[in-house]
Every structure is written in C-alpha cells, then in structure tokens.
C-alpha cells in the first residue's frame, strides 16, 4: 500500500469522525478537532457523515461498501483536505476505494482518495510540524502499538516522531511489534477464538515494556486490546495518539475528573 | 448464522506442543529475515520491488520466455514436456520413468510435486520413491502433510521425531538430540541413495537465456540423489522462468534471506542438462516437465500477481493466522497467506471448497512487507472475497452487510441510532442478538457507548471562525 502523492494540505479542513468516535469514542474526535485548531486549522464536520463502508468491503460484500463508499464520498465532497482520526478509515478511503472501483471509476470517490490524510499524517507531512512543543510533568512512557493499516503509509513514522518530540514522554520498545494485534473488524466475530490469542499475545509483548498507557492511531485496534485485557485482570489506561498530543499542551488537557 | 470458519475450528483443536512449535519456528524465521535483510541491504524494499517487477515482465511475456527456455534446454540435450494438468504431470514423469525401466528413485524437496500428490501416485504405480529431504522423509515416515512451504515439519518437535525414527528402527534406541537425528537420517538416506535408478527434482528458476536450472537446497540431498542415478526429472511450474542468469543475483540474494534467514543457501546448483562426455557421472538422460496445472488460469484472473511467488514461506512466518492455525488449517498444499490466493484459484475446481481461506487474515498486511516479490496478498484477498460473494459461494458465519449499508447510507436514521446506542450500556451480554456476537463479548468489554456525544459537544461549542 501507498498513500496518494501530492494531496493537497491548507488551514481548512474537514473531519471524518470515524463510527468508531461517533458511537463510543467521542473524545478522540474532539482531541482531533482542538489539536487541529490549536494549530490554526479551521475544522468543518459533515452532519450526514456515517462511516468510510469497511466492514462490508472486508467481508467481500463490495457492491455493499460501494454503496457506502459512494454517500461517503459524497458528504466529504469538494476540494478540501479529509482529516481522519483512524488509520484504517484513511486507507479505506485512499486504498481500499480504488480497489473496489477499480471496474466502475467513480470520479467523487476518486477524488476522497486523493484528499484523504490519517490526523498525525496530515500534522507531520502535511502542516509540516515535526515537533510537539508540548510536554507533561511527570515521566510518562508510552507503549505505541502501529496499527496495522497504517503500513505503507507515513502514519507510523510520523506519530512515533511527534510522540517521541513530547517532553517526558518515553516510547517503549516491545517484542514482535510488527504483528497484527488481532482484531480485523469481522474477523474478530468470526474468528473469535484466533483473534483473542493474537490479541492476548500482543497485550503481553506491550505489558512486558511495563508501559503507562497504550497508545495507538487506531481506535479499533485499542478497543479490542484492552476490551481483552479488561476481561482479563490485566487493564491498561489506552489512549489516541491525537490525544496524547492534546493532553501534553496544557491549556488543552481536560481538567482531571 | 452458520457454524464457524473452517480454519478458526482448526486452530481450537490443535494442541499446545503443535501450536507452540508452529509459533516458535516462525517467528524465529521472521526474526532473522528481518536481521539479515536490514544488516545487507540500506533498503531491501527497492530490492524486492525489482524482483516483483522481473516477475511481472516474465509473467506478462511468459509464452516467450517458455519458448526460450524450451530452445536453450533442447540445444543441451533435455527432453521437454509440457503438462496441462496434475494428471498430465503425473503420467508424463510415470510415462519418463517405465521408458527408462526405473523402479526405485528419490525425490528432493518440491511443491510442484506435493501439489499434484506425485510420490502417492508413483507408489501406486509400482514405483519406490523414497523423498530425500530431511523434513519430507520424517513427513512421508509418519504419513503426514507438510504445514510450511520451507519447513515442512515446522509443526513437529524433536521428541516426536525421535519418537517416529525409534518405531521405524531408524538408528536404535531413543534419542532427541537434533544431531543425532541428523545423523541417523542420513546413514540411512545414503544407502537408498546408491541403490535409486532415477532423482526427481523441481526447480526454484529456469533462466530462459540459458536453460539453465537452478535448484536452492541446504542439505545437498538433490545433488546427491543426482550423482549416482541415469535418469534426473525435473517438475516445474511454468512460472519458474524467469528471462535470464542475471536475474538471479536479484532473486537468490532474496529467496535464501527470506526463507531461512540466509544470504545464500547452503547448496545452490546450476543444472546445464545432462552429463556431457567430459563429466565423470550424473544423469545420462535429463527431462523437464514444465506444468501448468491451473496457473494459466491465474494468469488471466486479477490475482495473477500471486504468480510471483518464489516459495520462500516468508509470508507463512509473519502471518499471526498461520501461527496460531498452522499450515495444515488450510486444506491444501500451500497454507499461510500465499496459500489463501493460491490455492483456490490453482485448485479452480475447489473454489468453493477453499473460499474460506481469504477470510481467514485480518487484512493486516505483514505478508506483502516481507515479500520478497512484493505481492499485493490483502489486496487479492479481498479480489477472492469479493468473487466468493458474486460467485454466491455459502460462507460460515459471514455476517450480512445489507443492514449496515442502509443505516451508513441514511444519515438520520444513523444519528438516531448513534444516539439510542447509549441504551446498550445497560443491557446484560446475554441479551446480544447473535452467537459469534456473544462469543465476542464473553471474551472482551466493549467500551462504555457515547453515541453522538462528539456531535452534540461539537454543535453546543462556540462556533470558532479563523478567516
């Protein structure tokens, strides 16, 4: 996989929230929206904006995630940046789209996949920001998981680059880093039972690096983990790479609860 | 709602010493590809797009390059046959065999030739073929498959083994030490070696310039089986050509490395044809089957791009699938992630059949990064899943889509849902609607819902304006 060249960047944008945000992790996609503003970048969220279609095109029901694809990429219709808190919903749209297309172009789809940046993407590569002039006050170390979908793209590099910039903030190195921590959307629910070993394994080559918080790019990834590790008797506090941006800045940070 | 998936079944009822060796074997493979490559090489991603590139250009030209090869063998002497399908295949190497009146032979290591089920088959037929590489002559001792492309008993350990050479009367008492085993193995191996009238062989390349043939081992045991025996058949699938000897300094810098970890296998043999007048021994009569066997079919299907593969068993290593299935999960030859686009395209006839083994990945893309010829295997897999529904091939435990596209399609009726969500935070797991569902939840906690919690805080905000 590659991540389109030339996509265009700019002070506007707009933010697809992700179902994931929309039905459980409302924080997330308001870390996206603050962090983006704190650097300037004026944020518009489409009201009719549902999800990119990926759970129907991963399971082969394509004229299904077309369907999908097609609304999507008619509510992000236009010509501004797409900003997405997730790197699987990016690579659904720069990605997975032109491959479900690929026998009936679609010129709006088309147009989404050239548009479309995963948030820590578009903050590194896009605005050019390659330092976090944020911090926190106590030593705090971080166990990055590299979501899956986010290979071949610059999402990796680039959030492990700004996390690392953060003062106080250490990213702990784990074994078999490189392995899929087992979720896969559906393939969890069909596959219950060799995503929860996966999942297991991964929880306990991150534990080992006895980290402070999991933090990942990909909110599916962290609710399969730590949904495992609840379950368990071994939680870990989880958090959004976004967020972590957001909560080093200290006028930003949610006040404790 | 139907059953589970095949290779999901498989995995729960493979036991822990199995699933632990499988494990162990694999990531150990991964761990040392990823060593070697990256000490060698500043960026072993140019190198493995060139060799899918070289693999493309031949696969696109593949009548050409066939032609030339055929030529160049011929001109040295080597008898050529074509096989259209396994039973061409099989009664071409049977048909090679009775003209040459052999009855005993060994074979070294080949998928071509577990693919059309040959050293059955040869049995069958009268025939004593013994296979000479260490892990397909434990395999073919315990009357097993082989689970992994390069190591094809990396589901055994080595007090099973110990155990399989104590009852055949291999070497005497019990015992586990690798190098006994070893040992033992090729005391015995030898003898059967002097007394075989034929060797079969595949091949890993065949330079279309030259015709030369090059077969990468690490236990010498083609080379062996080909010194003292007349006859030397080689089966191999017509994508093996590859257009000439330069090539090959991209391909076997990457097939050793990627395999097993090193930069060269041990034994790497060029094969001009058969012995010439100067040579003090190996075969006389030399043939080559080159076979089809369902890959033209592949060709012109959308996943022609799996036709690079070299056999490295790179991507069987890194699959998380694979390690907790093992190879013997997919039914089929090839397992791991080149076997999910493989095998139910080579195999046409048991599509439906094998339509599960594309489901069976979470599309998480490890198998394209290590490669060797970079191909796209999520994105065949998906082609497969997609040609599985059009096809209407039944699929255990497929989830219908057709519920969810109408709600991401009605931007209302979503919101209310997002909304009404929240009701799910105080509804006993019990209650879910669906089985797999239920397994889900007995395993993990879903987070707390806040359906359209991001929209409300959103539209009560101050609204901000930059411009």
């Known amino acids: ?257 | 709602m139907s059953g589970l998936q095949p290779i999901e079944l498989y995995a729960r009822t493979i036991t822990d010493e199995k699933q632990a060796s499988v494990m162990d074997g694999s990531s150990s493979g991964t761990e040392k590809r990823f060593h070697v490559l990256s000490e060698d090489y500043e960026d072993p991603d140019a190198l493995r797009r060139l060799a899918g590139a070289i693999k493309d250009h031949t696969l696109h030209h593949l009548g050409d390059y066939l032609a030339k090869a055929e030529q160049a063998l011929t001109a040295r002497g080597v008898h050529i046959h074509y096989a259209d399908t396994a039973e061409d295949a099989r009664q071409a190497i049977l048909g090679i065999l009775r003209s040459h009146g052999v009855q005993r032979l060994t074979k070294s290591k080949s998928m071509a030739a577990e693919e059309i089920h040959l050293n059955p088959f040869l049995i069958e037929n009268g025939i004593e073929c013994l296979e000479s590489d260490l892990g397909e002559f434990i395999i073919q001792l315990d009357g097993d498959e082989p689970s992994h492309i390069v190591k094809p008993i990396i589901h055994k350990n080595r007090r099973e083994i110990a155990s399989t050479f104590l009852r055949e009367g291999i070497g005497g008492e019990y015992n586990d030490d690798p190098e006994v085993i070893t040992r033992r193995a090729r005391v015995h191996l030898r003898e059967k070696y002097m007394e075989a009238q034929a060797g079969i062989t595949g091949a890993n390349f065949v330079c279309a310039d030259s015709g030369r043939l090059v077969l990468a081992t690490n236990e010498g045991n083609s080379r062996f089986g080909m010194a003292p025996v007349p006859v030397h058949i080689a089966l191999v699938g017509i994508e093996k050509v590859i257009p000439s000897e330069r090539d090959l300094a991209v391909f076997l810098n990457l097939l050793g490395r990627s395999a097993t970890g090193q930069q060269l296998t041990v034994y790497t043999e060029f094969i001009n044809g058969p012995r010439s007048a100067n040579q003090p021994d190996g075969p006389e009569h030399m043939h080559v089957v080159f076979m089809d066997n369902g890959r033209t079919d592949v060709l012109a299907s959308d996943c022609a791009e799996i036709l690079r593969c070299i056999r490295c068993g790179a991507c069987q290593n890194v699959c998380p699938i694979y390690r907790q299935a093992s190879g013997h999960a997919y039914r089929s030859t090839y397992g791991g992630p080149v076997g999910a686009v493989l095998s139910p395209l080579l195999f046409g006839d048991r599509f439906a059949e094998l339509a599960d083994l594309p489901k069976a990945s979470t599309l998480c893309g490890a198998c394209n990064e290590v490669c060797p010829v970079d191909i796209p295997i999520p994105d065949l897999l998906l082609r497969l899943r997609d040609k599985a529904k059009r096809e209407n091939v039944p699929s255990a435990a497929s989830i219908p889509m057709a519920p969810f596209a109408t709600l991401a399609t009605s931007p209302s009726l979503w919101r209310t849902a997002m909304t009404m969500s929240k009701v799910m935070n105080y509804l006993p797991v019990d209650v879910a609607p669906v089985r797999p569902l239920r397994d889900w939840l007995g395993q993990r906690t879903l987070p707390e819902w806040h359906g359209g919690d991001f929209r409300k805080w959103l539209s009560k905000r101050p609204k901000k304006t930059t411009d």
């Open chain 1, 1 to 257: 996989m590659s991540v389109p060249t030339n996509r265009p960047a700019g002070k506007r944008v707009l933010l697809m929230g992700t179902c994931l945000c929309d039905a459980f992790y409302d924080d997330v996609a308001r870390a996206t929206v603050e962090v983006l503003e704190h650097l300037g970048v004026s944020v518009e969220f489409p009201e009719n904006q549902t999800c990119c279609g990926q759970p129907a095109f991963n399971s082969g029901d394509w004229p299904a995630s077309r369907k999908v694809a097609r609304h999507c990429a008619k509510v992000f219709q236009g010509d501004l940046p797409v900003i997405v808190p997730s790197g699987s919903c990016a690579a659904m749209n720069f990605h997975g789209n032109p491959l479900q297309f690929e026998k009936e172009p679609d010129a709006s789809v088309d147009s989404l996949a050239k548009r479309t940046w995963e948030v820590m993407d578009f903050i590194a590569n896009g605005l050019g920001v390659t330092e976090w002039k944020g911090g926190f006050e106590k030593p705090v170390r971080i166990a990055f998981h590299r979501s899956c979908h986010s290979r071949g793209s610059n999402s990796g590099e680039a959030t492990l680059r700004l996390l690392e910039s953060i003062k106080n903030v250490e990213v702990t190195v784990f074994g078999q880093a490189e392995q899929c921590c087992g979720f896969g959307g559906t393939f969890s629910v069909t596959f219950p039972h060799i995503s929860g070993r996966m999942g297991s394994l991964k929880l306990d080559h991150i534990l080992e690096s006895n980290p402070d918080i999991l933090v990942s790019g990909d909110m599916s990834c962290l609710m399969h983990l730590t949904g495992l590790a609840r379950i368990q008797g071994r939680g870990i506090e989880h958090l959004h790479a976004i967020q972590i941006l957001r909560n080093s800045i200290p006028g930003l940070a949610p006040s404790p609860a």
